[in-house]
């Protein structure tokens, strides 16, 4: 261990280990049980986590119904959720003895990617906290900002997140200075630490600040809302129930980070006398948990979302059972018209060979092959006429949703509107 005098001479021929052995944080030399069920759990947390974001974002991508403003915030967020998932399975398979291999930079870098998807995450938050007290103050459901702001926003928020991130390996660390060392994150300066940290929490207590006066003023509407029309009374209870489903993602979020952040504010402040490392762990899984929880808050607040999230699945499952017929000739069974797992299929019963599928464009075309049906329907809304079961009706004017199978027998289905 360096002396005193050296504390703040700068040596970059230090290694990682180096630095954990400094401040005292032990590095597992051999996997343990503890080790092995950590990275067990943890990599199963953030295949369910980025699965589930990209869920979210397909489904505001696909639905129409999502897209304005606020939603394209709500599928950056996801975004910001997916890269958390990405940075903790990086954090995952680079922790216990595997972080002795690791070099400085790839340390850095290991700790930039957590540090951008929290940075990612509040700023996302905090563009939706504005976004809401503009529309609610005004009873709109959505803002009128226009989709290229959006996606400027969006930009914005990822430059200032990576330029969060990359601080540290910029120079704002302890190479130079020992005893500013943190002990959670041996290389990083306490002082960085406690600028983060206070940063992030100054912004919960705006976007909190934010929302409790949309809270007052949805209150204070709420007891004239007797005195409008049946519309208005829809359209306002819309808007609070979108609101409600944010303030609840945000709660949960101010929840799930903020005794991370304050144990790393103590860790700035008190240095080894926090006794920060007693709890660091739990602190980490308490935030890692958090990027799993928005999408089951979508899914029990947002039934469109839930119906679009049951569509998605449904597609899948029928996709993957469509191609085992792909090489035979296929018999189309089409059933009556009927809701199934939340997709709506348009059709009815009538069994037929694909020689018998003719596309009435009034062209007349015989497509012999099930591939050249499917390529053909594509593009097209497809309807199948009660009136003559062997053939479509091809409606030009609008596109097909989605297209799959249900136990190797095609289906063309649409998402409800």
Same mark, same amino acid.
């Given at each position: 261990m360096e002396s005193s005098g050296r504390g703040n001479a700068c040596d970059y021929s230090h290694n990682v280990t180096f630095f954990y052995d400094y401040v005292g944080k032990e590095i597992s030399r051999h996997w343990r049980v503890r080790d092995c069920v950590v990275v067990v759990l943890g990599l199963t947390i953030c295949l369910i986590m980025i699965l589930s974001n990209i869920m979210v974002m397909a489904a505001i991508l696909?639905?129409?119904r999502f897209h304005f403003p606020i939603y394209f915030l709500l599928a950056n967020m996801a975004a910001a959720d997916l890269f958390a998932g990405l940075a903790y399975t990086n954090l995952v398979l680079?922790?216990?003895p595997w972080t002795i291999r690791l070099s400085k930079q790839q340390w850095f870098i290991r700790n930039a990617l957590v540090d951008m998807s929290l940075t990612a995450s509040v700023a996302n938050l905090l563009a939706v906290a504005v976004e809401r007290h503009q529309t609610i103050i005004t009873m709109q459901l959505h803002s009128k900002m226009t989709k290229r702001r959006v996606v400027l926003l969006i930009v914005c928020i990822w430059a200032v997140s990576i330029i969060m991130g990359l601080v540290p390996s910029m120079g704002w660390n302890c190479e130079c200075q020992l005893s500013d060392c943190s002990i959670i994150a041996?290389?990083?300066?306490? %002082?960085?630490?406690?600028?983060?940290a206070s940063l992030n929490l100054l912004t919960f207590s705006v976007m909190v600040a934010v929302y409790a006066r949309i809270y007052v003023y949805v209150r204070r509407k709420g007891k004239r809302m007797s005195q409008h029309s049946s519309h208005q009374l829809r359209h306002n209870e819309t808007v609070f129930n979108l609101m409600k489903t944010i303030s609840i993602v945000l709660g949960v979020f101010v929840i799930c980070w903020t005794p991370g952040l304050m144990t790393l504010l103590l860790d700035g402040i008190m240095g080894k006398d926090s006794h920060?490392?007693?709890y660091e762990k739990y602190c980490l899984i308490l935030a890692e948990c958090n990027s799993l929880v928005n999408p089951i808050i979508y899914s029990f607040r947002d039934e469109e979302m839930r %119906?679009?999230?049951k569509c998605i699945l449904c597609c899948l499952c029928r996709?993957?059972?469509d191609h085992q017929g792909e090489q035979s000739p296929v018999e189309f069974n089409t059933l009556q018209p009927e809701v199934d797992n939340g997709c709506e299929v348009k059709s009815e019963k009538a069994n037929f060979t694909a020689l018998q599928l003719i596309k009435t464009d009034q062209v007349g075309l015989v497509?012999?092959?099930r591939s050249k049906v499917l390529e053909a329907a594509r593009g097209y809304d497809v309807m199948i006429r009660r009136q003559s079961v062997s053939s479509f009706n091809m409606k030009t004017k609008t596109s097909l949703q989605n297209f799959s199978s249900v136990e190797g027998k095609c289906f063309?289905?649409?998402?409800p509107s």
């Open positions: 696909i639905n129409r680079n922790t216990g041996p290389l990083y300066s306490r %002082r960085y630490m406690i600028f983060w920060a490392l007693t %119906r679009t999230f996709r993957s059972s497509v012999p092959q063309l289905f649409t998402c």
